[in-house]
């Protein structure tokens, strides 16, 4: 008797709940995709090769893409999302303080160096007193800036003012520059305006700045701000998690970021 036969026999016993039923959602639950979130472009793409590589372990991985920063989380911790691939950890650390989400990092993926571009300058020796100099609005990534453009020596913060400074802990500027806090994604489209601005690295690649080639500063290669894989804390430790790291983390994944990106998109891992 095959399994149809068996079916329709013990259905027609009333048995059909408990004997065949629950082999069959079995395995619609492992069928089931896993969601992962993640912004348009570098994110977005680099998923696209996790998802073929993770299909070879049997992992059924499905992305959704987001247009800003805020949303994804909300979405995780919601529970309409199984994971995200967007943020560095600073900005997971603080939204994690901030709206109390039960988030963990599970895994890093890519680091964006930081950049300072301009259209009117070569060099941040060649800022004028009272130049305009744009940095992200955002907390995170607006100390991130600040701290570049100390690295730089163009001005120097409170000793404490560590990841998340903002322009109030600045504590030398020699030139007196104007220090123009500006939406993340807007930067680039905002050079013309500026003297300098310091740009996320995703951001520049998807207006087409290359660091090595357009940026007049670059943030260190090895830093604090490389991106992470985030789930929810309850999830940490199930097998799909492991499965998802395993095929972010593994060589063709690697590849496709350095032949893909080239300097604007380091590996993290």
Known sequence: MNRRQLVQFFAGLGLFASLGAAPVGAVFAQDKPVKIGATGGPHAQILEIVKKVAAKDGLNIQIVEFSDYIQPNAALAAGDLDANSYQHLPYLEAQIKDRGYKLVNVGYTITFPMG?????????????????????????????????????????????????????????????????????????????????????????????????????????????????????????????????????????????VVTQFKSSVIPAW
């Open 116 to 256: 300072v571009y301009s259209k009117k300058i070569k060099s941040l020796k060649d800022l004028k007193t009272g130049a305009r100099v744009g940095v992200p609005n955002d907390p995170t990534n607006g100390g991130r800036a600040l701290l570049l453009l100390q690295a730089q020596g163009v001005l120097k913060l409170k000793a404490d003012a560590g990841l998340k400074a903002t322009p109030l802990d600045i504590v030398d500027n020699p030139k007196k520059l104007k220090i123009v806090e500006i939406d993340a994604a807007q930067l680039p489209r905002s050079l013309d305006d500026l003297d300098a601005a310091a740009i996320n690295g995703n951001y520049a690649e998807s207006a087409g700045l290359d660091p090595t080639k357009d940026g007049i500063a670059i943030e260190a290669a090895k830093g604090p701000y490389a991106n992470v894989i985030a789930v929810r804390s309850a999830d940490k430790d199930k097998p799909w998690v492991a499965k998802l790291v395993k095929a972010y983390h593994s060589p063709e994944v690697k590849q496709y």
